[in-house]
């Protein structure tokens, strides 16, 4: 089987899974969210041969889905002016010189949580699904690089592959480690609240670190 297919086949296990406390993405609006990747993100973040992959924690909430159909959703797997696509598409642009199309990008938990945007999901579903969902695509892709956006992401990958989770945001982001053929940073969340707590100058030093690292082949 190529990429697509053993893509596809995790997209497949992800529509027909039930978790219980969460929904599924073709539960809203006559199924019009559906799609055939793991996290409708990958409709604008689909190149299954990058270099980079991109993991964000979760796509959205009941309480947005439930509301009014977001066509940019539907057509791009994301909504454009969030702050958390636009900065992501500049760092990206900076440090790396691609756009969000020429890298893969995806969510760490596939199903929809209960609550708005902001509401938490527990530890242990991340973990679960870093071990269904996460890890299993990264192997597929086979990136040099995977960025997990926010310390609960980064931990869930990190405990997934049998490490010790980190206390800090700062501990986190020096603590990179190797996962197959891939090296896993961790970055603040690319929202309004990762940027601010972290900081614009840090997160530019940062991701500069992380370019250096990428282009050094450590």
């Known amino acids: 089987m190529d990429k697509q297919d053993l893509l596809l086949a995790l997209a497949r296990k992800r529509k027909t899974a039930i978790w219980p406390g969460y929904s599924r993405i073709g539960d809203y609006h006559d199924g019009v969210y559906e799609c055939d990747f793991v996290s409708p993100y990958t409709k604008s973040a689909g190149n299954v041969d990058a270099e980079i992959f991109v993991l964000l924690q979760d796509w959205s909430s009941d309480e947005s889905l439930s509301g009014s159909l977001d066509s940019d959703c539907v057509r791009y797997g ?25 890298v893969y990008g995806t969510n760490l938990f596939p199903f929809v949580k209960r609550g ?103």
């Open 116 to 218: 708005g945007i902001s509401s938490s999901i527990p530890m242990g579903d991340l973990i679960r699904a870093a071990q269904e969902f996460a890890l299993p695509q990264i192997q597929i892709v086979r990136p040099k690089l995977v960025i997990c956006l926010g310390l609960n992401t980064f931990n869930a990958v990190r405990i997934a592959c049998e490490h010790t989770p980190a206390r800090r945001m700062d501990e986190a982001i020096a603590s990179p480690f190797t996962f197959g053929e891939s090296r896993v940073w961790c970055q603040a969340h690319t929202g309004g609240r990762g940027q601010s707590n972290r900081g614009r100058e840090r997160v530019a030093d940062d991701w500069r670190k992380m370019s250096i690292d990428f282009s050094s082949g450590a």
């Open 78 to 102: 994301l909504t454009r002016t969030f702050p958390t696509n636009k900065r992501l598409v500049e760092l990206l642009r900076h440090h790396f010189g691609v756009e969000l199309g020429d």
